[in-house]
């Protein structure tokens, strides 16, 4: 399996590396508040040795409701990321949503993701490729994860080979979302490191009407699951009053919940792999 570094913080994503944390709200909800979160969960992940990336959206492009808080938009939102980097000493990466918006995001952020949505669209892969940032793929909850392979192809074709597959659930009937576990190590075999996203796996799809639900309650016991099956890195959406988020709310976890689930899954981590020990990267002391 491949590995890669997030340029300038010495955080490398693979096999036999440290198990690695990527975090932050849905949603930027504004300048400050953003800046409050990535301290507090650089914090959370000094505290347990675990090197941090910091992951909001600048837009949330595909809402349930026109009436649904989206975002401060692309330049903005890209704005507040640059200034949680250059303030809290942490790497930043973000999703977009077109060739054009993959370009500027490039320039700003350590990596980049492709969501779940528009993991198939070949310009948006390809333009991803050539920001020559690592490119995170969400698997589409309407994806086999052995057909995630072409996907990799299109983005190892165009030029760059840092690439990191997200596992996030696949469809099961209406509103509902499953984990199958067998995707980790069947992508892994791709030659990329898999991340295990704990939050939207618990989703569920517009199961609230003009939004999404999801069962919280259900994150600890899927993501545990996930690192015992060989997961690398942990997505997991955070937010200090998940109840009142301004998006996926049900499915993020607030900074206590999140920080006791840390100390479980490092556990897990470390009686599985003696030998890889956890240092503190890309935390405020970095």
């Given amino acids: 399996m491949n590995s890669f570094f997030i340029k300038d913080f010495d955080i490398e994503i693979g096999l036999s590396k440290p198990l690695v944390l990527i975090a932050g709200p849905c949603v930027i909800e504004g300048e400050e508040e953003t800046l409050l979160a990535a301290e507090a969960l650089a914090l959370i992940a000094e505290r347990h040795h675990i090197p941090f990336i910091f992951k909001s959206s600048y837009d949330k492009a595909n809402r349930a409701s026109l009436s649904s808080f989206r975002g401060p938009g692309l330049v903005e939102g890209l704005r507040i990321l640059s200034k949680v980097r250059q303030e809290m000493n942490v790497p930043i990466y973000t999703d977009v949503h077109s060739p054009e918006e993959a370009a500027r995001a490039g320039e700003v952020c350590d990596a980049i993701q492709m969501p779940a949505f528009l993991c198939r669209q070949t310009d948006l892969a390809v333009a991803a490729a050539k920001t020559g940032r690592p490119v995170f793929i969400k698997k589409g909850q309407f994806m086999a994860p052995w057909d995630m392979g072409t996907i990799v192809e299109k983005v190892r074709d165009s030029g760059n080979d840092q690439i990191a597959l997200i596992e996030r659930g696949f469809s099961f009937g209406y509103n509902n979302l499953v984990t199958d576990f067998r995707s980790i190590p069947i992508m892994q075999d791709f030659g990329v490191p898999v991340v295990f996203d704990g939050t939207h796996s618990v989703q569920l799809p517009g ?68 030998n890889i020990h956890q240092p503190c990267l890309g935390a405020l002391t970095s």
Avoid at 216 to 223: E, S
Avoid at 241 to 267: I, W
């Fill in 207 to 274: 199961g609230l009407g003009k939004s999404s639900g999801g069962q919280r309650q259900f994150i600890p016991h899927l993501t545990k699951a996930a690192v015992a099956a060989g997961a690398n890195a942990l997505f997991l959406e955070s937010h200090p009053h998940p109840q009142t988020a301004k998006s996926d709310g049900p499915n993020m976890l607030d900074y206590a919940a999140l920080d006791h689930l840390l100390g479980e899954v490092k556990a897990i981590f470390a009686a599985l792999y003696p």
